[in-house]
């Protein structure tokens, strides 16, 4: 079972990873041409964003267990 400093830690990292994603998905949606072009893109961009966020974080957790895998946290 996971510590409240390990929950507020990850709610803490989280949220501005959630924001983050959001204005790239933002992003690419505005600058888009059309509506369909826009929610393909904005879809393919907050993937790549969250992609980004939650990679780092998943190899660290895998670091710290003792490079067991992420099911044996």
Do not use: C, E, K, Q
């Amino acid at each position: 079972m996971p510590s409240a400093s390990r929950i507020v830690a990850s709610l803490l990292a989280g949220i501005p990873a959630a924001i983050g994603v959001a204005f790239v998905a933002r992003y690419a949606y505005v600058t888009s041409d059309t509506t369909d072009a826009g929610l393909a893109t904005a879809a393919l961009y907050a993937m790549t964003a969250a992609g980004a966020f939650a990679g780092p974080a998943a190899a660290i957790v895998v670091a710290n267990n003792g490079r067991r895998g992420l099911l044996h946290v």
